[in-house]
């Protein structure tokens, strides 16, 4: 850090500190920022200074620092957490008491004087006017190296440098802006404009002449001049004000001139290596960069900025040229949308706008009045899907030919009109897609489209787009590389429709229009139909069923495939599209689909079909209407005939042919989980837990649930929670409850459990304590109560896991002897009577507590609580507990465990209503007078505070189970 490198570095950070000394108010607020300039500068660590100076601390005290941590940590060890002061600020002290540190500090201290000085002496030559020196530029010039980028993209950033300009300086580059001085006064004029802060130049008395001359550089035939006007404009981009309007304006209207003048000469595509190409491509890259970042602004911006730039941005989009002479190319008009589709096929900018109400608003009022914007893109949607003529491998045969041009990196040179019309379609199907799914936006529908006679409904649009995955008639068939295959029509639609089924409102898809057209390639191989000798593909059904598969995944949309648009739910029919889904399914499956139609579907087919079937059996309503067809039963018939052949499949050795041999079990496989998996989701109803038993395939189904539930794979693509309800049907029956414990799911849950409220099985270190548990049960151990009574609320389940089941007996208990079935759990939560039981749990209290409130609501259910009371005792074991719990005898200990035994007891010994007993709290009371107004005890009866006075003494002894019991 000496010479003349530390005066360039020195000189770039100062020149950083301009807009932070320009935004201050007062010396002491620029002082401020400056001393904490780190805070606030997110390229403070890119600076060759802050480099320099970093390298050179690592240089000089990097060993010494290294040198006193090693002779902490040896000397003291862990010891020194003990200590109030920390490793870091002991070695801190240290270095900073050391001679290497004040050596260090007088070398810097010295050099950055003279350095200051320097600077300071020669102010005008290192930072006047264009005066930034060679090496600055240099570093400038590294920021835009990629030459692809200097083409067809300009950063939004400051250059490196940036001056002040005064008002006799603005008039005098206004006046060599002008179009009639000299083209190396203008240039000259422009790299100075450059150099200065764009939002002040806006600012100033002289903007409107600069803005002539600007636009006219802009205009200019010398690609040079133009290309660094478009530089200034993108650096007044880089921050979002009231001045960037005029700007963005700016450029808008120079596009406005330029497409009037080149719409015309673009009606054989766009060749970049010409010149007038290259501006529009520039200028249109230039635009989509600030759409793309002006949304994140926009709730900075007065309302009129943002109307002004909307207006400005439909008025360019509007724009288009009709040729008068027919044009062997194409007929549809070229317009500044084909230009802004090659930037941005998707339409993001679209997409960002309309993301929120303060920028969607004003769009749509002023889409109402630019309504030509809406009606080109549909009527091209419509030519397109009538014509359905896709270039040949998404390019047409021209591009096959001339299009293939391209620079050294690989890029497009050459791009024909037909690509340029197909990329058009691409970005009006993205703009009407993301148009739909707003109300607002669905109130341009019906439109009425030149050249069409009746208004084009939204249901007629949907219903024209779905022909391109449907009618595979006039498509030409290619084989797709992985690049072509995003821009696919057909993936292009089903993305489209699979959004909007996604929207919460999904009325316009619920039409038997809509679905009837989807649902076409099906009912024509049901019903055997001659389609012309045109069949469609396999990705054509499988777009068909991921588009299914997200219509049903809504409950509107399950109603809707269920009964119809009419959605009569009385009336059975089975015209309705669930009844034939349902249908080709089956036929699928089983192989018995018409032959001279097609080849049998593929399994991947077949799935994705009853993927869909799946979605509606899994409620009651949808179980019902489709039961006629016995999926269950077909499901079941398929697992097993795929579990013969897997087990008859040969092994492959090395010698075989690889081929079939190989893929055949793996695809065997898949299909076995995908069948077991399909037949696992009829266990979301209890009507479906019986059908499934009745097929002999629970044990199966369950394992491959506990499979996925272990890897903690998602239950499907169009379910975003767990096997939660599923496992909770499945442990109401019996049958349910010995599948989910051969499994493994509950001694999973259990180990779970026990690892959150005690410890695990690995012995890896702990580095700090778990927080300190303020609720009974606390977040972590929520979640594994809730698992639990998942499979114990029901009578059932509790019998199959505790009939005759008695309690362990054991002489020891460790503290890493972790419990595997439930009768262990409960041994070790709830009868915790023994000193020996409470001394191997790191955490009493709070296990305990899980463990009685648990069994607090499991024996909400009666007959739970006669069958753990007449194997376990429960009553008496918490008596003993309270009684153990008292001060001489007396007075029970009121502590969180004599609360939840309180509880139970009360509970289980009362039967009634809240008129018929009074259920005591789980806590003391907030007012200090009464801790706890009800008494404690540990012998029955009750006392009479538990009983209402209106029920009496009778209710009392007319409601006690312990008398029951004894009886």
């Given at each position: 850090m000496e010479g003349p490198e530390l005066v360039n570095s020195?000189?770039?950070?100062?020149?950083?500190?301009?807009?932070?000394?320009?935004?201050?108010?007062?010396?002491?607020?620029?002082?401020e920022v400056l001393l904490n300039l780190e805070a606030h500068d997110e390229n403070f660590h890119r600076y060759q200074f802050v480099s320099q100076l970093r390298a050179k601390i690592d240089e000089s005290l990097g060993g010494l620092i290294e040198d006193e941590f090693e002779r902490f940590s040896m000397s003291q060890g862990s010891d020194v957490a003990s200590d109030q002061k920390t490793v870091v600020q002991k070695v801190t002290d240290q270095v900073l008491k050391s001679r290497e540190f004040e050596n260090l500090t007088h070398y810097l201290r010295t050099n950055v004087s003279q350095a200051a000085q320097t600077l300071q002496n020669n102010f005008e030559q290192e930072f006047g006017s264009g005066r930034h020196g060679?090496?600055?530029?240099?570093?400038?010039?590294?920021?835009?190296?990629?030459?692809?980028?200097?083409?067809?993209?300009?950063?939004?950033?400051?250059?490196?440098?940036?001056?002040?300009?005064?008002?006799?300086?603005?008039?005098?580059?206004?006046e060599e802006l002008d179009p009639h001085r000299s083209l190396e006064d203008r240039q000259c004029s422009l790299h100075t404009l450059c150099s200065l802060a764009p939002l002040d130049v806006v600012a100033s008395d002289q903007w409107s002449d600069i803005r002539r001359g600007l636009l006219a550089a802009l205009e200019d035939p010398d690609l040079n001049l133009a290309t660094k006007s478009l530089k200034f404009i993108a650096q007044g981009f880089s921050t979002?004000?009231?001045?960037?309007?005029?700007?963005?304006?700016?450029?808008?209207?120079?596009?406005?001139?330029?497409?009037?003048?080149?719409?015309?000469?673009?009606?054989?595509?766009?060749?970049?290596?010409?010149?007038?190409?290259?501006?529009?491509?520039?200028?249109?890259?230039?635009?989509?960069?600030?759409?793309?970042?002006?949304?994140?602004?926009w709730i900075r911006c007065p309302e009129i900025l943002v109307e002004q730039v909307i207006e400005s941005t439909l008025k360019l989009f509007s724009m288009q040229h009709v040729s008068t002479v027919a044009s062997s190319v194409t007929n549809i008009p070229m317009t500044a949308l084909h230009l802004m589709a090659l930037i941005d096929p998707k339409a993001m900018w679209f997409n960002k706008w309309m993301h929120g109400s303060y920028s969607r608003i004003p769009l749509l009022q002023k889409l109402d009045g630019q309504k030509k914007i809406i009606e080109n893109a549909v009527k091209h949607?419509?030519?397109?899907?009538?014509?359905?003529?896709?270039?040949?491998?998404?390019?047409?045969?021209?591009?096959?030919?001339?299009?293939?041009?391209?620079?050294?990196?690989?890029?497009?040179?050459?791009?024909?009109?037909?690509?340029?019309?197909?990329?058009?379609?691409?970005?009006?199907?993205?703009?009407?897609?993301?148009?739909?799914?707003?109300?607002?936006?669905?109130?341009?529908?019906?439109?009425?489209?030149?050249?069409?006679?009746?208004?084009?409904?939204?249901?007629?649009?949907?219903?024209?787009?779905?022909?391109l995955i449907v009618d595979p008639g006039n498509l030409v068939t290619v084989k797709y590389n992985p690049v072509s295959q995003q821009f696919d029509p057909g993936i292009l639609v089903t993305d489209m429709l699979k959004v909007l089924c996604i929207h919460h409102d999904v009325t316009i898809l619920c039409k038997d229009e809509v679905t009837n057209t989807l649902l076409s390639p099906i009912s024509h191989w049901l019903d055997d139909e001659d389609t012309g000798g045109h069949a469609c593909p396999e990705s054509a059904y499988l777009h068909i069923a991921d588009i299914l598969?997200?219509?049903?995944?809504?409950?509107?949309?399950?109603?809707?495939?269920?009964?119809?648009?009419?959605?009569?739910?009385?009336?059975?029919?089975?015209?309705?599209?669930?009844?034939?889904?349902?249908?080709?399914?089956?036929?699928?499956?089983?192989?018995?689909?018409?032959?001279?139609f097609a080849a049998p579907p593929s399994t991947i087919v077949t799935g994705s079909f009853v993927y869909i079937c799946r979605q509606l059996y899994n409620t009651c309503e949808g179980l019902l209407a489709m039961n006629a067809?016995?999926?269950?039963?077909?499901?079941?018939?398929?697992?097993?005939?795929?579990?013969?052949?897997?087990?008859?499949?040969?092994?492959?050795?090395?010698?075989?042919?690889?081929?079939?041999?190989?893929?055949?079990?793996?695809?065997?496989?898949?299909?076995?989980?995908?069948?077991?998996?399909?037949?696992?989701?009829?266990?979301?109803?209890?009507?479906?837990?019986?059908?499934?038993?009745?097929?002999?395939?629970?044990?199966?189904?369950?394992?491959?649930?506990?499979?996925?539930?272990?890897?903690?794979?998602?239950?499907?693509?169009?379910?975003?929670?767990?096997?939660?309800?599923?496992?909770?049907?499945?442990?109401?029956?019996a049958a349910g409850m010995v599948a989910l414990r051969q499994?493994?799911?509950?001694?999973?849950?259990?180990?779970?459990?026990?690892?959150?409220?005690?410890?695990?099985?690995?012995?890896?270190?702990?580095?700090?304590?778990?927080?300190?548990?303020?609720?009974?049960?606390?977040?972590?151990?929520?979640?594994?109560?809730?698992?639990?009574?998942?499979?114990?609320?029901?009578?059932?389940?509790?019998?199959?896991?505790?009939?005759?089941?008695?309690?362990?007996?054991?002489?020891?208990?460790?503290?890493?002897?972790?419990?595997?079935?439930?009768?262990?759990?409960?041994?070790?939560l709830v009868f915790v009577d023994k000193d020996i039981k409470i001394h191997s749990l790191f955490n009493y209290e709070q296990s305990h507590v899980f463990g009685l409130r648990m069994f607090g609501i499991i024996m909400s259910c009666l007959d739970t609580f006669l069958l753990i009371q007449s194997q376990y005792k429960i009553q008496e074991m918490l008596l003993s507990c309270q009684e153990a719990n008292s001060i001489n005898d007396r007075d029970i200990i009121l502590d969180m465990l004599s609360f939840e035994r309180n509880y139970i007891l009360v509970k289980t010994y009362l039967i009634g209503g809240p008129s018929e007993r009074v259920i005591p709290p789980r806590s003391i009371s907030e007012d200090s007078s009464v801790s706890f107004p009800y008494p404690l005890f540990s012998t029955y009866p009750v006392p009479r505070e538990y009983v209402p006075n209106v029920a009496g003494r009778s209710a009392m002894k007319q409601g006690t189970i312990y008398a029951m019991t004894e009886v």
């Open positions: 020195l000189r770039q950070l100062v020149i950083s500190f301009e807009p932070y000394l320009r935004n201050a108010s007062s010396y002491e607020q620029a002082q060679p090496d600055f530029e240099d570093v400038r010039d590294k920021r835009h190296s990629n030459e692809m980028d200097a083409n067809m993209s300009f950063s939004s950033s400051y250059p490196g440098s940036l001056m002040f300009m005064n008002q006799d300086q603005a008039q005098k580059l206004a979002v004000t009231s001045q960037t309007k005029e700007l963005y304006l700016l450029l808008v209207d120079y596009l406005v001139d330029l497409c009037k003048k080149n719409l015309s000469r673009l009606k054989n595509g766009v060749d970049v290596r010409k010149s007038e190409h290259i501006r529009i491509i520039r200028s249109f890259r230039l635009l989509n960069e600030f759409q793309l970042i002006v949304p994140s602004y949607c419509l030519e397109f899907t009538a014509s359905r003529k896709i270039p040949f491998d998404l390019m047409s045969d021209i591009s096959d030919t001339l299009s293939r041009v391209s620079n050294s990196d690989g890029h497009r040179m050459h791009y024909t009109r037909h690509e340029m019309d197909y990329i058009y379609f691409i970005h009006s199907l993205n703009l009407l897609g993301k148009l739909l799914c707003h109300k607002e936006g669905r109130k341009f529908f019906p439109i009425k489209v030149k050249d069409i006679s009746e208004p084009i409904s939204i249901t007629k649009f949907l219903c024209s787009l779905i022909q598969a997200q219509l049903a995944a809504s409950s509107q949309g399950r109603q809707h495939l269920l009964y119809g648009e009419g959605q009569d739910r009385f009336t059975r029919t089975k015209s309705s599209a669930a009844h034939i889904i349902a249908d080709f399914a089956k036929k699928a499956i089983n192989y018995d689909l018409p032959g001279d067809y016995e999926l269950h039963t077909t499901l079941a018939e398929a697992l097993n005939e795929v579990s013969r052949e897997l087990d008859m499949a040969s092994t492959p050795t090395p010698g075989s042919d690889s081929g079939s041999d190989i893929d055949d079990p793996k695809k065997l496989s898949i299909w076995s989980d995908t069948l077991k998996d399909n037949l696992l989701n009829f266990a979301a109803t209890p009507k479906g837990v019986l059908l499934l038993q009745q097929t002999h395939t629970m044990p199966e189904c369950v394992s491959y649930m506990y499979s996925r539930y272990r890897n903690k794979l998602q239950v499907s693509k169009c379910e975003k929670f767990g096997y939660g309800t599923m496992v909770s049907q499945l442990a109401a029956t499994s493994g799911f509950i001694q999973s849950i259990i180990n779970n459990t026990w690892t959150v409220l005690e410890c695990g099985l690995d012995d890896s270190p702990v580095f700090h304590g778990k927080i300190w548990a303020v609720e009974p049960v606390y977040k972590d151990a929520h979640k594994q109560l809730i698992n639990l009574l998942k499979v114990l609320t029901s009578y059932a389940a509790v019998y199959e896991v505790l009939h005759e089941q008695p309690l362990p007996s054991h002489e020891n208990y460790t503290f890493r002897q972790m419990p595997n079935t439930v009768i262990e759990l409960i041994d070790r």
